[in-house]
């Protein structure tokens, strides 16, 4: 059974970093043709992908997040955290892991989401 | 970056009706992936590879489509398919979204 959770901070103040982590059991990351990206939403609005890292390691990001953005993996490979700098008020957000198996290509697991408000 | 546009914004169908949700791409992509996703709910994949159904989804759900017109479509209308709809890509990079499609119950 595949699940994903991902945990955070609830709220944190402008200009600071912001660490997600993504908690996730029933597949390995290691696994060939698994991704575990993290997509964020809004209230009331889209979704955005934000990042992924697949199975051998390699990081995509959205570009026009790039420069803020960090997602890595721990060893064990059933984590997979971002880190988001300098957030302001427009990244307030849930914000979603979710799972993409390459040999299917759609998102076929998420996790609930983690409400993240950037206030001051 | 790939903009989908999705058509209609809003709609609302009657139980037994036949809906259509369309995604258009700014440019072309291989595939279109749909999602649904209730109020309060994460995003569950509906469709994947533009015309397969993922796993445990009705089958009065469909898709199809090339380049960069797609859709989705729900043969019989039911109450609970009342949800938000989502397209999308990631034929190129950044993956992106459509701009959602409310599904209301008449």
């Known amino acids: 059974q595949v699940t994903l959770k991902e945990s955070g901070p609830g709220m944190l103040q402008p200009s600071k970093t912001l660490s997600l982590t993504c908690s996730f059991s029933?597949?390995?990351?290691?696994?060939?043709?698994?991704?575990v990206s993290w997509i964020r939403q809004p209230s009331g609005k889209s979704l955005e992908w934000l990042a992924a890292i697949d199975w051998d390691g390699d990081k995509y990001y959205n570009p026009s997040l790039k420069s803020r953005l960090t997602v890595s993996k721990d060893t064990s490979n059933t984590q997979v955290f971002l880190k988001i700098t300098s957030v302001d008020i427009a990244d307030t957000a849930t914000y979603y892991c979710a799972r993409r198996d390459n040999n299917y290509g759609g998102f076929d697991y998420w996790g609930q989401g983690v409400m993240v408000t950037v206030s001051s | 970056e790939i903009v989908l546009t999705q058509s209609p914004t809003t709609t609302a169908a009657s139980p037994g009706e036949k809906v259509t949700i369309t995604c258009l791409a700014s440019?072309?992509?291989?595939?279109m992936y749909w999602y649904q996703q209730k109020s309060g709910a994460s995003p569950k994949l509906l469709i994947y590879s533009t015309s397969s159904l993922a796993s445990g989804v009705p089958d009065r759900f469909s898709g199809s489509g090339s380049g960069t017109s797609y859709s989705l479509t729900i043969n019989t209308m039911e109450a609970e398919d009342a949800a938000t709809y989502y397209c999308?890509?990631?034929?190129?990079?950044?993956?992106?979204f459509g701009s959602g499609t409310k599904l209301e119950i008449k």
């Open positions: 999308q890509q990631w034929s190129s990079n950044p993956l992106t």
């Open positions: 029933g597949f390995s990351l290691s696994t060939s043709g698994m991704v």
């Open positions: 440019s072309s992509v291989s595939n």
